[in-house]
């Protein structure tokens, strides 16, 4: 079949796809670039070391032997010239996968990102179906700069989608969204829940929306909103609250944009005390637009403080005391709860 | 190696050994995971490290980066903070905020820290260059990049903007044949990097990076070339990573034969036997050597961990001048 061929032919759903298996939340991702890359002869991953090497993670591994060279390219070691490439590539009809290394590294394809993809259907009405995989997050002693969490810049971005999967199937359901949305994703995936997470994946067609976010735990007296990593994190202190007597709702909000607004109002209205949670920095980090939405439209609804738990506005330091300290957790989600819950 | 002279040998020698002394120590309390995270080795560079820092002057400036162990010590950071860097601890260079030999900036040694996104220190480095030539400066700044970075935009910018105002510069491409697992024929199309600098209107040089006198030679040539206006130039050292990118990295990937290629043209091996050829070196002496500094690192690691680990309440502190 020649390029063209594959190009033109409507894509396929695969068949034999019922049934749900356990992956881990990495297992989850390469899961989905497979079955993306099996489904559709557009779709194709680029980045550093991702073939060969497998990747840096080793998300990307078996895929190079699966789907060839042409498919899965080795990159020289530029992200701005991946990105912009991406950019044409999409032009030509195909439906790029770049992964950055680190998240921490995208921003050496900043211009690419949020100056022409960003704005290019806005501009002369040509989609630009690329996806940005970018491994976020710290908790693994990385340093300043394989540890951020700067998902911010490009919420900020219009034109822009981005989302931060918290769960295997949402890593799976989502990338596959992804790589489908005719808009430039960028998908925040979590390294600390690579190999430490697991759950049922179902196979096949299983997309999960963009811009909606789930409710993973129901609760009447104070609910709590993250994503990614503090996701866990929450249902953990949530758990112990239980324990103690509480009732706490956790909403994962999935999207960080197009955002939730609905799914936000809801929970903040339903309980009427709201702890934000995430891994980057404060000041205006999602968080605050979370607050900023329900402060404009819940407030009437509620009883205590709209109250952000986020990273200090640092950067992510290395030595594990600094680290720990500059992290949000369990605990420190457990005891900002209780602040809230008492007030 | 008739130009260098004994002295100089045998303190080049010092620093090499003292390099792959102290990364084969890291390695080991990388292994005790008394170093968390990820470890870096440098071991097939301490020749060109060595050589590029020691053809400096005092008030030159230099900008090294994860592979170049050898100049941060030849430059003065000793094995004491260096090791507390490592350990994570409040009297490490960057008093346990950075990791590695990330952001082991020390304005007072003439060293620019750099950050993980390469090689952002080559900008730097072109306005440090830049501005000791509006001061009118007999001074120097050299920066490092390797072989996957010179397919950075910025590599290209910099060496642009280096040349369009011919600046003091010295560029140091520590080619070692692979950037993580990506093999140069993925990175270029040509055979040398060092073919770039006509590109640029610079001289390009190539040289043996395995070489100790060999790269002081053309350092040492180009740091006088920029001292006295000549402008910039672009060495690039032909060298081999000899550890996998990162500790985490078996390197599947590189072909035995390769490794056995280089390991055979192993940087300290060559220096030691031009010195036994001068009758500097023995058994005796080398075993002198080494104990010296096992002694002086034992001391080292010692102090820093004794250090204590920074203050959690401390953490946001640093941000703002
Ligand atoms: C802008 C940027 N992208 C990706 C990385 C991740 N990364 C770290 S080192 C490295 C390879 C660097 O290769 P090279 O420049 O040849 O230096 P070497 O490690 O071989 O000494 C990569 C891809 C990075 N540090 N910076
Ligand atoms: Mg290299």
């Keep these: 079949m020649t390029w063209d061929q594959g190009l033109h032919k409507a894509t396929t759903v695969l068949a034999g796809e019922q049934g749900t298996r356990e992956l881990t939340y990495l297992e989850a991702i390469r899961a989905a670039l497979r079955y993306e890359m099996q489904r559709d002869r557009r779709v194709l991953v680029m980045g550093e070391d991702i073939g060969v090497y497998g990747g840096a993670f080793k998300v990307t591994q078996g895929l190079i032997e699966e789907f060839g060279e042409d498919r899965v390219i080795d990159t020289p070691m530029t992200e701005l010239a991946m990105i912009y490439a991406a950019i044409g590539m999409s032009f030509e009809g195909f439906l790029p996968v770049v992964e950055m290394q680190f998240a921490d590294f995208i ?229 900002a709860a209780r602040e809230l819950l008492a007030y | 190696m008739n130009e260098i002279d004994d002295e100089l040998l045998q303190q080049a020698h010092y620093w090499m050994r003292l390099t792959r002394a102290l990364d084969d120590r890291g390695t080991f309390l990388h292994k005790q995971s008394k170093i968390v995270g990820g470890y870096f080795s440098q071991i097939g560079h301490e020749a060109l490290s060595v050589a590029a820092a020691l053809s400096l002057g005092p008030k030159d400036i230099i900008a090294p980066m994860h592979r170049d162990l050898g100049a941060y010590l030849v430059r003065g950071l000793t094995p004491r903070r260096i090791l507390a860097q490592w350990l994570g601890r409040e009297t490490g260079v960057t008093r346990g905020r950075d990791a590695n030999l990330h952001g082991m900036g020390d304005l007072s040694l003439g060293i620019i820290g750099f950050i993980s996104h390469l090689p952002a220190s080559t900008g730097v480095i072109a306005g440090v260059a830049h501005g000791i030539k509006l001061k009118g400066e007999p001074r120097v700044a050299m920066c490092f990049f390797g072989d996957g970075s010179a397919s950075q935009g910025l590599a290209h910018e910099a060496m642009n903007w280096a040349s369009v105002f011919k600046l003091p510069m010295v560029i140091i491409c520590e080619n070692n044949q692979y950037a993580y697992s990506t093999p140069l024929s993925r990175q270029m199309a040509i055979e040398h990097i060092a073919q770039r600098a006509a590109g640029y209107n610079m001289p390009g040089v190539i040289v043996d990076g395995n070489d100790f006198a060999a790269v002081y030679h053309v350092t040492k040539e180009a740091v006088e070339r920029a001292r006295s206006g000549g402008g910039p130039t672009f060495i690039e050292c032909k060298t081999m990573r000899m550890r996998g990118h990162a500790i985490h990295d078996n390197m599947a990937y590189v072909p035995k034969e390769l490794l056995a290629e280089w390991e055979a043209r192993d940087p300290i091996a060559r220096i030691e036997s031009e010195l036994r050829a001068r009758g500097l070196l023995d058994d005796a002496k080398l075993a002198a050597l080494l104990a010296r500094i096992e002694a002086e690192l034992d001391e080292a690691q010692a102090f820093a961990e004794s250090s204590p680990y920074p203050d959690p309440a401390t953490v946001t502190d640093g941000v703002y001048a």
């Design chain 1, 107 to 335: 921003s050496t394809g900043f211009d690419a990102i949020v100056q022409f993809a960003a704005t290019n259907h806005f501009r002369w009405r040509q989609p630009v179906p690329i996806t940005i995989r970018a491994p976020g997050g710290g908790g693994l002693r990385a340093g300043p700069f394989h540890s951020q969490s700067n998902e911010a810049w490009f919420v900020h971005t219009p034109g822009l989608k981005v989302v931060a999967p918290a769960t295997p199937a949402d890593a799976y359901g989502l990338l596959l969204s992804a790589i489908r949305d005719p808009n430039p994703v960028i998908y925040y995936e979590t390294k600390y829940l690579y190999r430490s997470l697991k759950g049922m994946v179902p196979e096949g067609e299983a997309l999960v929306p963009i811009g909606q976010a789930a409710v993973r735990r129901s609760g009447e007296e104070l609910s709590i909103i993250a994503y990614g990593a503090m996701v866990q994190e929450a249902l953990s202190a949530a758990n112990e609250l239980e324990r103690a007597g509480h009732s706490i709702e956790v909403l994962d909000l999935r999207t960080l944009k197009p955002i939730d607004e609905a799914a936000i109002l809801a929970t903040a209205r339903k309980t009427g005390k709201v702890l934000i949670v995430h891994e980057a920095n404060r000041t205006c980090g999602v968080g605050a637009e979370v607050a900023a939405i329900i402060a404009e439209q819940a407030f009437e609804y509620l009883d205590g403080p709209i109250t952000r738990l986020a990273a200090p506005d640092t950067p992510v330091p290395y030595s594990p005391p600094l680290e720990d300290a500059y992290r949000p957790n369990a605990a420190k989600i457990l005891a």
